[in-house]
């Protein structure tokens, strides 16, 4: 039986991705750093390290491909997600979201050149806008990570263009249970449950002012999932819900569902001045042209998601030092 096969499986995203798909049910393979298979459970895996494989010649395998199952498509989710840490150490943004990649690509259309390949960049590409940011428009990244990830999608449609099924997906913001402490929504909720644990006290934040289109990751995965058998047919689509939402009022929403007092302060050192867009929404057109309809967001229950699950990492010690 064919497999989906998914890189970054044993990360945020790829766990919600490993349950859609257990849940249908429908085999998959993971390929990841060795040592992350104990992540997976029962699952496939093969090690593949993006930035040992960035520094492989062109030809050199980078993983022992033949010992998965065929692909029935891959969806690549590895990445270095965070912008702070793209912006902390650019090299390592280049090899492991754009040389290790190509690497990776190009041994496996050479074994399965129909495979189809969702490529997952980031709404981060785009240059900030008053209005939702279709496919076709301007593309201006402020920070290391979106240009990363702009280089990682021309390197993908290159392939494309040698007739590859790929399509680059740009997801803009997603998050739910389980998301790394160093991303804002799950950054307030920890930080937050840790307050209302103490009583209260100050919460320290950056620019609140910023306007994001958040998805719960549940949506994503289901969008990825549906356009994987459409890999190929168009080059980019955006995944999004086409709404904006401001930092601060989500910030309330979650300052809500705690019943202590807390007041918000902000903090220089949570400043991210020009690295820090202020405006990227999506527009949904393409997405539904393909799908018949966007993902909605369920704003209450994403908002009550976080907070559930930020309580019970406070009950299990998780360290929250980089929240």
Known sequence: ???????????????????????EPRGWAALGLPGTDQALGDGIFAPLDLVAAARRTPGQPV?????LPEPAGLIHLAALSSPPACEANP????????????RFYAQLL??????????????????PAATPLREDQALEPVNVYGRTKLEGEAMALGFRERG????????????????LPSFALP????????????????????????????LHVREVVQVYLSLLPKAGVVDLVNVCSGVGQVMGDLLDGLLARFDCDIRVVQEETRMRGAADADRLVGDTTRLVSLLGAA?????????????????ARLLAGEDFSQA
């Not at 740009?170 to 739910?176: A, D, V």
């Not at 993902?295 to 309580?311: C, K, S």
Request: glycine share 12%; charged share 20%; with cysteine.
């Open 91 to 102: 090299e390592l943004a280049q090899a492991i979201n754009v040389d290790g990649p190509a």
């Open 63 to 67: 993983a022992a491909l033949e010992d």
């Open 187 to 214: 950054s307030f909720a920890l930080r937050l449950a840790k307050l209302e644990q103490q009583g209260g006290g100050e919460l320290p934040v950056g620019w609140l002012g910023s306007v994001r289109d958040f």
């Open 1 to 23: 039986m064919a497999h989906v096969w998914l890189t970054g499986a044993d990360g945020f995203v790829g766990g919600w991705l490993r349950r859609a798909l257990e849940s």
């Open 110 to 127: 050479e074994l399965w050149p129909d495979c189809p390949i969702i490529h997952v960049s980031s709404g981060h590409v785009y240059r």
């Open 295 to 311: 993902p909605i967001l369920d704003l209450n229950g994403l908002l009550d998601d976080l907070v559930t699950d930020a309580r």
């Open 164 to 179: 590859a099924k790929v399509t680059v997906v740009r997801p803009f913001n997603h998050t739910g249970a389980g998301q």
